[in-house]
């Protein structure tokens, strides 16, 4: 199971991580271009024409990654506008929260024109992750200073960029390509979900249900996260930060259930399944706290928020732990999708961090970390049920055998009067038509003269004997009765047949019997449309064994029911004409 669990989930993320590269080459724009210098300050100046800051406060690294108490600032230098071979007409950044956005055209002498907005203003959703800002006139423009007021995430200044919109077709934010490509992988996450609803139409386990709300919500999340859903629904920027924050914390919150009830039983103490499941409550609900917009929050809540899966995330590596020392095979299968799970994790944290990074790798290796938790989820689904099938079928088999041992005679290894009874109307369907009833003449006086070890082999050769017949069933009723079902031709023959076998065999085959065994047998035979019940057919056989063994035994009594076709009304009016004239 181990390694099976390590062979699928490498094959799966290989697979993924594949088609994930794909949409790094084609994410970035053809003309954009990044701030060289940022700042900092911790006032607001709550005008429409802010101050902006003196000279010395500029850091021109090229990476701004601080969020200010009041405005964070970036400057797209005269070297950066000079890398665009036409003037840019959007401000383009990741979503986050911010108080108001000032855009403010420079030349060489200093401002030249300016526009705000706040995040009521927003109406451009491009494609990816992001949002622009149409930029002021930018004529005789050679620099830009962006002052963005209370900042929520470092990924505001770290993801912002200047690019030009051609025409109404020309892509902003990442290009066509890129979200055509990310629109397929989405439809093919969607793929397992018919998969997984079709397994709990039949198989109604917990974790497979779990495993359907986990995809759901990983589904949700990598539509708004990259901005898909902004093609579908039109919402507000508030609104989508709120979405984007909350639906981070679902995916945990299911894989926290679809782990817990995916693992053998015994695997897990009961401290460890309340801890890591109140953990996983309390991480959704300390996460949607701090993604409210409070104020109060603003200079910490961020790195809290980020900072809240790490303690589930924790729990559930000391539960894999401890499954794997208890023995647990499917615990491998959460350890390997919990290590995509714990990648995207990572990969959400670079990229809202800031941390100076730049370019959309961390989302492609969010959505490549997500592809996998729910490739290896579905396939730790598929080996589960296919187990849980191969066991029931183990079950089903034992039954059967038990069923089998039930039904057998313990001495001669035939069927019993209990199997008679039971599979009688089957064997009749089955043509089975013909009943007959066979004991052994003067049997007592075998066990009498011989002892009750010669009688059971007795017995058991009998048994052979009746068994031989290829279309003719044998059960042993009791005693040194037997009964044969008997289907196909000549029956009448075989049956006397089977009979005289009975001494010829005894004869052979057990020493110590100084003179011949004989058998007496009563046959029934009841086509279709006769006698059907077994209790009707066995005492007219058991009629006709007796006329044996008062005719002088050690010989077939026989016959046959007829059944007739009553003539038709039309018929019997013709008839009574006939006989009137």
């Given at each position: 199971?181990?390694?099976?669990?390590?062979?699928?989930?490498?094959?799966?993320?290989?697979?993924?991580?594949?088609?994930?590269?794909?949409?790094?080459?084609?994410?970035?724009?053809?003309?954009?271009?990044?701030?060289?210098?940022?700042?900092?300050?911790?006032?607001?100046?709550?005008?429409?024409?802010?101050?902006?800051?003196?000279?010395?406060?500029?850091?021109?690294?090229?990476?701004?990654?601080?969020?200010?108490?009041?405005?964070?600032?970036?400057?797209?230098?005269?070297?950066?506008?000079?890398?665009?071979?036409?003037?840019?007409?959007?401000?383009?950044?990741?979503?986050?929260?911010?108080?108001?956005?000032?855009?403010?055209?420079?030349?060489?002498?200093?401002?030249?024109?300016?526009?705000?907005?706040?995040?009521?203003?927003?109406?451009?959703?491009?494609?990816?992750?992001?949002?622009?800002?149409?930029?002021?006139?930018?004529?005789?423009?050679?620099?830009?200073?962006?002052?963005?007021?209370?900042?929520?995430?470092?990924?505001?200044?770290?993801?912002?960029?200047?690019?030009?919109?051609?025409?109404?077709?020309?892509?902003?934010?990442?290009?066509?390509?890129?979200?055509?490509?990310?629109?397929?992988?989405?439809?093919?996450?969607?793929?397992?979900?018919?998969?997984?609803?079709?397994?709990?139409?039949?198989?109604?386990?917990?974790?497979?249900?779990?495993?359907?709300?986990?995809?759901?919500?990983?589904?949700?999340?990598?539509?708004?996260?990259?901005?898909?859903?902004?093609?579908?629904?039109?919402?507000?920027?508030?609104?989508?930060?709120?979405?984007?924050?909350?639906?981070?914390?679902?995916?945990?919150?299911?894989?926290?259930?679809?782990?817990?009830?995916?693992?053998?039983?015994?695997?897990?103490?009961?401290?460890?399944?309340?801890?890591?499941m109140s953990t996983a409550i309390a991480t959704g609900i300390v996460g949607a706290f701090f993604c409210l917009p409070m104020e109060f929050l603003r200079p910490y809540?961020?790195?809290?928020?980020?900072?809240?899966?790490?303690?589930?995330?924790?729990?559930?590596?000391?539960?894999?732990?401890?499954?794997?020392?208890?023995?647990?095979?499917?615990?491998?299968?959460?350890?390997?999708?919990?290590?995509?799970?714990?990648?995207?994790?990572?990969?959400?944290?670079?990229?809202?961090?800031?941390?100076?990074?730049?370019?959309?790798?961390?989302?492609?290796?969010?959505?490549?970390?997500?592809?996998?938790?729910?490739?290896?989820?579905?396939?730790?689904?598929?080996?589960?049920?296919?187990?849980?099938?191969?066991?029931?079928?183990?079950?089903?088999?034992?039954?059967?055998?038990?069923?089998?041992?039930?039904?057998?005679?313990?001495?001669?290894?035939?069927?019993?009067?209990?199997?008679?009874?039971?599979?009688?109307?089957?064997?009749?369907?089955?043509?089975?038509?013909?009943?007959?009833?066979?004991?052994?003449?003067?049997?007592?006086?075998?066990?009498?003269?011989?002892?009750?070890?010669?009688?059971?082999?007795?017995?058991?050769?009998?048994?052979?004997?009746?068994?031989?017949?290829?279309?003719?069933?044998?059960?042993?009723?009791?005693?040194?009765?037997?009964?044969?079902?008997?289907?196909?031709?000549?029956?009448?023959?075989?049956?006397?047949?089977?009979?005289?076998?009975?001494?010829?065999?005894?004869?052979?085959?057990?020493?110590?019997?100084?003179?011949?065994?004989?058998?007496?047998?009563?046959?029934?035979?009841?086509?279709?449309?006769?006698?059907?019940?077994?209790?009707?057919?066995?005492?007219?056989?058991?009629?006709?064994?007796?006329?044996?063994?008062?005719?002088?035994?050690?010989?077939?009594?026989?016959?046959?029911?007829?059944?007739?076709?009553?003539?038709?009304?039309?018929?019997?009016?013709?008839?009574?004409?006939?006989?009137?004239?």
């Amino acid at each position: 199971m181990k390694s099976a669990a390590i062979h699928w989930a490498t094959k799966a993320f290989g697979a993924v991580l594949l088609c994930m590269a794909a949409l790094l080459p084609i994410t970035a724009h053809a003309e954009d271009v990044r701030p060289g210098c940022w700042a900092a300050t911790s006032t607001v100046s709550g005008g429409d024409d802010p101050v902006l800051p003196r000279t010395d406060r500029w850091i021109c690294d090229g990476q701004a990654q601080e969020i200010a108490r009041g405005t964070s600032w970036l400057f797209f230098t005269p070297a950066d506008f000079a890398m665009l071979d036409t003037p840019p007409d959007h401000f383009v950044t990741d979503i986050g929260r911010f108080e108001r956005i000032h855009l403010i055209v420079m030349d060489a002498s200093g401002p030249l024109r300016s526009r705000a907005y706040s995040m009521r203003d927003v109406g451009t959703f491009v494609n990816g992750p992001k949002f622009a800002l149409p930029l002021p006139d930018m004529t005789r423009a050679t620099g830009l200073v962006v002052a963005i007021e209370k900042p929520w995430s470092p990924a505001i200044m770290s993801q912002a960029q200047l690019q030009t919109r051609h025409d109404i077709d020309d892509a902003l934010g990442w290009s066509n390509s890129a979200m055509l490509v990310l629109a397929l992988l989405v439809g093919l996450l969607a793929t397992p979900l018919a998969y997984n609803a079709a397994f709990y139409r039949i198989l109604r386990e917990p974790f497979v249900l779990w495993m359907l709300a986990a995809e759901i919500s990983m589904l949700a999340y990598v539509l708004v996260s990259s901005g898909l859903f902004h093609h579908i629904v039109d919402v507000s920027l508030p609104v989508s930060v709120s979405i984007s924050a909350l639906t981070l914390f679902a995916p945990m919150l299911f894989s926290t259930g679809f782990f817990l009830s995916y693992l053998e039983e015994r695997t897990l103490s009961e401290t460890m399944h309340q801890l890591l499941m109140s953990t996983a409550i309390a991480t959704g609900i300390v996460g949607a706290f701090f993604c409210l917009p409070m104020e109060f929050l603003r200079p910490y809540g961020h790195d809290l928020f980020l900072g809240a899966p790490v303690p589930l995330l924790v729990a559930v590596a000391a539960a894999c732990v401890m499954a794997a020392r208890n023995g647990s095979n499917a615990v491998w299968f959460q350890a390997a999708s919990w290590t995509a799970l714990a990648v995207s994790a990572l990969a959400v944290m670079a990229r809202s961090s800031g941390m100076g990074i730049a370019g959309a790798w961390p989302d492609i290796l969010l959505y490549a970390a997500i592809f996998a938790h729910v490739a290896i989820g579905s396939i730790a689904v598929v080996y589960r049920v296919d187990i849980m099938r191969r066991e029931r079928e183990r079950v089903n088999a034992r039954l059967e055998s038990l069923t089998n041992l039930i039904d057998l005679d313990p001495l001669t290894g035939i069927f019993n009067r209990r199997a008679l009874e039971q599979r009688f109307a089957e064997l009749r369907s089955d043509g089975f038509h013909a009943l007959a009833v066979v004991d052994l003449d003067h049997f007592k006086q075998v066990n009498d003269r011989f002892g009750h070890t010669v009688g059971d082999r007795v017995l058991q050769e009998v048994a052979a004997v009746l068994a031989s017949d290829k279309d003719a069933i044998a059960f042993r009723m009791g005693g040194e009765e037997f009964v044969i079902m008997l289907r196909g031709a000549q029956i009448q023959q075989r049956a006397e047949q089977l009979r005289r076998a009975i001494t010829i065999r005894i004869a052979n085959e057990v020493d110590g019997i100084d003179g011949p065994i004989t058998a007496s047998m009563g046959l029934i035979e009841s086509p279709p449309g006769g006698i059907s019940s077994m209790r009707q057919l066995y005492s007219q056989a058991d009629r006709l064994l007796y006329e044996a063994k008062y005719s002088g035994r050690n010989r077939l009594i026989t016959e046959r029911i007829q059944v007739f076709t009553p003539p038709s009304r039309e018929r019997r009016m013709k008839d009574r004409r006939r006989e009137s004239a």
